[in-house]
């Protein structure tokens, strides 16, 4: 029962990267976690690129629209509408395992091999020294703790373009960017052109860094371009399994699956952590001298408020995310090449103010079914077929998240239900103020004119649900006092001795730029002080 | 019954028929989603297939959420995934003519859509 130092809970980005320092160590190290993951669809999708797949392949059906054509129906726009069917199992016994009553904030969590991060879209961003210490994150532990985990994850991208003071900043050790493709270039090109009116209304424009190789890495190999990113990995792409598997070849690593965490209890000089057998629903124990929380920020509220019995709300941060359909004239009724990648081909900074940085993100959608496209468009199927077929090749999505920080109407809390098998529920209280609505939509009209600017059109703005954007932080925040429910500047939760929180729970503002490479920083820096 | 509707629906979205294959795996997928059930309109235009165009246009406009839409972009999805169909739902090379045919097809929509909306009114 005490054979370990530490207990590790969760295998997403956070989890795997605490567990990673703190096996590296020498620690002995359990991490525990439910672990769904794909069994469906895990080498049944051929190596071929997707028009190849689209034209040659009689199952393609399968994880295009699922086995039995289950994601083939009329879906509203929500979260989670994004994960395709070999991606499903990111979601799989969400239900069953955490109620919820959330009213209109939209939240996704997962209890898969390596969490929300085995979908991830891969993009990283480093955080300038005012949004980490808007954060309260500390700046030089966390400029090593960056680089630490660009090389063990690999990142490609740009360090010379508008964009790499707002994506990679110092970060040594990057690969060369993506390709983009014909469409983005044309974009790129006309932003170029215009560079000096976009840059003085605060916007740069440039190429994204991805956690997808572009050169060889360890047993790894760079992305083959097949722009199936959506559907499956080719080990291009860094996942949290990817980096389990590695910590399984050291002694000092365990990893046990099936393994639904409730809550903890500290004792003397061992905390003991109670969960649940998802196999049976028995209930079975741990214990080790340290535990370190890395259930994802939800995941990690509720074993905490079960653990202290509390009732009190915690805050709630996450980024609000609208996305804009646009079309790109020129490039109307073209063909596209079949060796590309489906994932973020450009990224825009608006940087108001220092820390004050809103991120939109710009994909093509080619890789992702037409018939979805189709639905949303006010004509006739056959119609509509003929006209997106004309348009595709110059159709793009933007994406564009605004920073978050405290403020009124966000709240969490856990409450009893019976029918749960903790007995209790999650519950969130999450509304935007009027003045953070105003703001996003000024922001976003901005953004929408930058847009036209460089030649992308928007035809419609897309308000999906709150908690869409799928970036949660702040419930825990860090403190320098010991209140209670705040984190120590460590990462330790106060009112213990031994227990730690190393993903984005402390953070106390959370930037617009994709969160996960800041998260594994943190986790890294966490685990760090959790030896000692 | 079914069969024929699954023909109907492949021929008014590829403008041919369509083979035995892909109107099995409709209705396999129809039945999965529950979308097996009739109602006034999809009955109608099993009665009177050549109103589909024009009904279809006029829902997608004003209840795009409908049995009648959900079946047909139902078919859609599953001809989006077939190998035989799928070039007709790539993106392609095409001339700036191509350009005229589509605003051509745009306003033959609209005018379909308003034949569709007088049409509705007398679905029972």
Partial sequence: MNDFDCIVVGSGAAGTMAAQTLVE????????????????????IPQKTFVEIRRSEEDQYRYFLGESFDCAGYATIGTGAQLTPPRRFIVDCVDELLARRTGAFSPLESLALGGLAAGWGLMCAVYSPEELERASLPAAAMRGAYQTIGDRIGISGSDADDAAPYTVRQLGGIQPPLPIDPTAAYLEGRYRRRRARVNARGYVLGRPAMALLTQPKADRSPSALRDMDFYCDDGAAWRPAWTIAQLQRHANFAYAGNVFVTHFAEGEDVVTVAAL???????????????????????SARIVLRSLQSALRLPLLCNDYTYVPCVVAPRLGRSMPER????????????????????????????????????????????????????????????????????DGKHLW??????????????????????????HHQRETEFAGILASIGAWPIRRVHPPLGSSIHYAGTLPFAGDERPLTLAPNGRLHGTRSVFVADASGFTFLPAKPVTLSLMANAHRVAGHALH | MFGDEAAAYGRY????????????????????????????????????????????????????????????????????????????????????????????????????????????????
């Fill in chain 1, 25 to 44: 160590a020498g620690a002995r190290v359990l991490m525990l976690d439910v672990g769904r993951s794909d069994t469906r669809f895990a080498g049944t």
């Fill in chain 1, 277 to 299: 057998d998802v196999r049976d629903r028995s209930r079975v124990q741990y214990a080790a001298r340290r535990v370190v929380l890395a259930a994802g920020v939800l995941g």
């Fill in chain 1, 340 to 407: 590309t990648h489906s994932l973020t081909q450009l990224v825009l900074f608006n940087e108001r103010a220092a820390g004050d940085v809103a991120v939109g993100t710009i994909f093509s959608y080619r890789s992702l079914l037409l018939f979805r496209l189709l639905r949303e468009m006010p004509l006739g199927v056959r119609d509509a077929r003929s006209l997106m077929q004309y348009l595709l090749s110059g159709f793009i999505v933007a994406g564009f998240d605004h920073p978050q920080e405290r403020s």
């Fill in chain 1, 414 to 439: 856990i409450e009893p239900d019976a029918a749960s098998p903790t007995a209790d529920r999650l519950a969130i209280d999450y509304a935007l103020t009027q003045a953070e609505r105003q703001d």
């Fill in chain 2, 13 to 124: 979205v590829m403008g041919f028929e369509i083979d035995a294959a892909a109107r099995d795996a409709y209705e396999r997928a129809a039945r999965t989603l529950g979308y097996d059930a009739s109602d006034a309109m999809t009955r109608f235009v099993q009665r009177h297939p050549w109103t589909l165009p024009a009904l279809d246009a006029a829902l997608a406009l004003t209840r795009p959420d409908t049995l009648l839409r959900k079946k047909l972009l139902l078919m859609a999805a599953v001809l989006e995934t077939r190998p035989e169909y799928s070039a007709a739902f790539l993106p392609r090379d095409r001339s700036w003519l191509a350009a005229t045919g589509v605003a051509v097809s745009i306003l033959r929509a609209g005018l379909l859509a308003v034949f569709g909306l007088i049409l509705a009114r007398f679905v029972r």
